[in-house]
């Protein structure tokens, strides 16, 4: 006789059940979908013993008939999609007709419907294949209950937390589905105490906010919007003041999906490089939005991860609205306080004296905030020739740059001196800068490398390596042009069998060792898009003037006008590159205003 047996149906059933439904935060996050799915405008979700004992889901939605319910919780029964084709234009959270015969199979199910108002229908079942169906009355919309989560099987019963634990895993998943979905309001009761509670919001933004950050840190949020071939990207953004140690406070959704990407984390930290200082990560969130027949849903059991036809176009569009998001921001802050330090020269004294800038003019939403939102008039020229990748919504709007903006004046910053080693003092329209000479030294070493314009040095003896995968070869072989741009020139070394390459030439005056030369390089596989800025990154770190370095009044001189005049006055890790001080800054100070 054979080993093989066939598993009654009854425990194959409670097997598979086990990939959609885990643990309570799977059906909180199941039956949300279906709430959601179903076209609800208000969502409850009310949990006992952190979902272990029950979970219940109450929706103002669609609704289900008497022969809906009889058929929804069998296996493989969905109204969502009829054949795998469908998967291209499915716009609904789910699509498998798993969920609820998996609720089903691991615990007790009771679903009271109403397409309509006034009948309605509860279904019971308990764990195996029978049901009941009986007469009840609700408003339109459906209760779908688990109570009893693995009770059929204690197996899995004991792979659960304490309940608070599993309770705090609930509310997450409340949580994410909140933040993807702000025109629905959420509620949720936890043995019931009133626990969270989201009322309808107008944007992600807004719902961003009320969810996860404290009352000091509101204000401090911006949303910013990009369309690419087939998808649409809404990215809500904290600014510095926000930051955190970690990236805890950092989602990407895709339709509706928090997914786990983390190559699209980093294009969002890449896009707001030189806002944030070194080894801080912003707070913020990624709603893609992409036609469902440029991705793949259906990869990951419970949908956590989605394959993208185009990755890199999506990447792409992330990284580069926030940088010329942040571009545009540092730059009209930069005008405005130009604007508040000198005698604005570009605004007539006829025009104050119009009234629109007079206290008594009242301007409708015109607050500091949306100033720096929408850059002022002011803010220099935009850049002659708007490069062709900025095909983004707001994105498009042409980018200033400093390479053809001047100053509104001809006033010449004037050396002061030197101080402590480290800073340059200069003074300019009334004010007196004292400039980090290492950080604008590696700021503007950053925009010249990142530009392509990177010296270089063939090598007496060239470096020899070789890769661990074929990811790394097929990486270096695709970016040996960008590479060579960048100043690396990298051979095959045929010599040295599969993975074995030599480095050839590097940027002038290049300083690492061999072992970190190679690290280095490689690293910037995960660099995606960016690879440009990465490795400007790196080379500025290891050649900008370091502090101490003595600098002669010239160079000191010169170092401090292209300072000034850069349109991001931060380091490539966010720290400001200088501090200004106006006379009335000093004459405050003194008590002489
Ligand atoms: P799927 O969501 O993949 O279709 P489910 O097992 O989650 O599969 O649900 C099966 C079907 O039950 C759904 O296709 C839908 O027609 C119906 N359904 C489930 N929950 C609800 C709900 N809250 N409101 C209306 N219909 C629902
Ligand atoms: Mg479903």
Not at 343 to 354: A, Q, V
């Amino acid at each position: 006789m054979g080993a093989i047996r066939l598993l009654p149906p009854e425990e194959a059933r409670k097997i598979a059940a086990g990939e959609v439904i885990d643990r309570p935060a799977a059906l909180v996050r199941e039956f949300v979908d279906n709430a959601i799915d179903a076209g609800s405008s208000r969502i409850e979700v009310l949990l006992e013993g952190g979902g272990c004992r029950g979970t219940e889901v109450i929706d103002d939605g669609a609704g289900m008939t008497k022969e809906d319910l009889e058929l929804c919780w069998q296996t493989h029964a969905t109204s969502k999609i009829r054949s795998i084709e469908d998967l291209a234009t499915a716009e609904t959270l789910g699509f498998r007709g798993e969920a609820l015969a998996a609720a089903a199979a691991v615990s007790r199910l009771e679903i009271l419907s109403a397409s309509g108002e006034g009948e309605a229908w509860l279904l019971q079942t308990g764990g195996g294949r029978e049901f009941r169906l009986t007469p009840g009355r609700r408003t339109r919309g459906t209760t779908v209950r688990a109570l009893g989560l693995f009770d059929v099987v204690p197996a899995r019963k004991r792979f659960l937390k304490r309940e608070g634990a599993e309770g705090s895993l609930c509310k997450q998943v409340l949580v994410d589905k909140a933040l993807a979905f702000p025109g629905i309001s959420f509620r949720l009761t936890l043995d019931g105490r009133p626990d969270l509670f989201f009322p309808e919001a107008a944007s992600y933004k807004e719902r961003f906010t009320l969810a996860l950050l404290s009352q000091n840190e509101r204000g401090f949020l911006h949303e910013i919007s990009a369309r690419g071939q087939g998808f649409s990207v809404c990215i809500v953004a904290g600014g510095p003041e926000l930051v955190r140690q970690d990236r805890r406070r950092q989602f990407v959704f895709a339709n509706g999906r928090r997914i786990s990407d983390f190559s699209l984390l980093q294009a969002f930290e890449y896009g707001l490089q030189g806002w944030f200082p070194n080894g801080t990560h912003p707070v913020g969130a990624i709603f893609i939005d992409i036609d469902p027949a440029l991705a793949d849903f259906n990869i990951h059991p419970a949908k956590r991860e989605v394959r993208f036809r185009d990755p890199g176009a999506v990447h792409h569009a992330v990284t580069s609205t926030l940088r010329d998001f942040t571009r545009r921001r540092d730059m009209s802050r930069r005008a405005a306080s130009v604007a508040e330090n000198v005698d604005r020269p570009w605004i007539s004294p006829g025009f104050l004296s119009s009234g629109f800038l007079s206290p008594g003019f009242s301007s409708p939403g015109l607050s500091m905030e949306a100033l720096l939102e929408h850059p002022p008039v002011f803010a220099p020229l935009p850049r002659k020739d708007p490069a062709g990748d900025m095909a983004f919504g707001e994105a498009a709007e042409a980018c200033p740059s400093y390479l053809d903006s001047e100053f509104p004046d001809s006033a010449e910053p004037r050396l002061m001196g030197m101080l402590f080693g480290l800073f340059i003092l200069v003074e300019w329209k009334d004010s007196l800068f004292i400039i980090d000479q290492h950080a604008a030294h590696e700021r503007i070493l950053y925009d010249r490398f990142a530009a392509g314009d990177i010296p270089r040095q063939e090598l007496l003896a060239p470096i020899p390596f070789s890769t661990e995968s074929a990811e790394d070869d097929r990486f270096l072989q695709k970016q040996q042009r960008e590479l060579a741009r960048l100043g690396v020139l990298i051979a095959p070394d045929d010599s040295g069998g599969a993975g074995a390459w030599r480095i050839e030439a590097l940027p002038s005056d290049w300083r690492l060792s061999d072992g970190d030369t190679v690290r280095e390089l490689l690293a910037l596989r995960d660099a995606g898009e960016n690879i440009a800025e990465r490795w400007a990154a790196t080379l500025c770190c290891h050649g900008a003037v370091k502090d101490g370095d003595y600098l002669d009044s010239a160079a000191a001189l010169s170092l401090a006008r292209a300072a000034l005049r850069l349109p991001v006055p931060r380091c490539p890790h966010g720290r400001p590159l200088w501090k200004e001080l106006s006379r009335e800054d000093l004459f405050r100070a003194v008590k002489r205003l």
